[in-house]
């Protein structure tokens, strides 16, 4: 009866270890990029076509994948129970390139390959983390850019600029935190879109 009932008890504790494995915690899933970056108006008629071509957007290491980034000083965790929907480098570079459809601009943004008189965008994101000034702070969306504009055929850089934009969250809330991201990358969508917009414009012109 002893080893019955040790052996009951012991295929228990199996049991019960299994359930806590297959039963990981909740994760809520998210989403930014669908704040619109531009009202939609049409260029000017005297507005030259560029056709840009941009690179794949990069990320840091940190930022990529599903996880949602978040630094307190020189700590760095991830904020638990959240996951984007898609790499955040994927929802980034979508909404990116709804921006340039969206912004009415001079600026064609081609998937193919360049033209003659084409331009290569490369945008790369260095920084794009929830941001606290102390732990159980209010955080900020920070999202910081480096920008360049090429010439490919002889390699020559056109422009290269930083931008940096930074959303309140408001409150230290998931759902909050999220639509500072959304809000951030709508602004630094715009900003892109403008500056590409300018540099590519000018380079046209001069040429």
């Known amino acids: 009866m002893i080893r019955s009932a040790f052996l009951i008890a012991t295929a228990s504790v199996a049991l019960s270890g299994c359930a806590l494995l297959s039963s990981p915690d909740p994760v809520q899933l998210y989403r930014f990029g669908g704040a619109s970056a531009f009202a939609g108006t049409g260029a000017t008629s005297a507005c030259p076509d560029v056709h840009v071509s941009m690179r794949r957007v990069d990320f840091p290491e940190a930022s990529r994948g599903d996880r949602v980034l978040a630094v307190t000083g020189a700590e760095a965790a991830y904020i638990k129970g959240a996951r984007w929907v898609s790499p955040a480098e994927t929802l980034f570079e979508e909404s990116l390139r709804n921006a340039f459809l969206d912004g009415g601009t001079c600026t064609v943004l081609s998937s193919g390959p360049l033209t003659r008189d084409g331009l290569l965008l490369s945008v790369d994101v260095r920084r794009f983390e929830a941001a606290y000034a102390a732990q159980g702070a209010v955080p900020d969306a920070n999202i910081v850019v480096l920008l360049r ?4 055929g002889d390699r020559s850089i056109v422009a290269e600029d930083r931008i940096s934009v930074s959303e309140s969250a408001g409150e230290n809330r998931q759902s909050a935190i999220v639509a500072a991201f959304d809000r951030a990358t709508a602004e ?20």
């Open 188 to 207: 630094a969508s715009r900003q892109i879109v403008v500056w590409t917009d300018q540099q590519a414009s000018q380079a046209k012109r001069a040429s």
């Open 149 to 152: 504009l090429v010439r490919p």
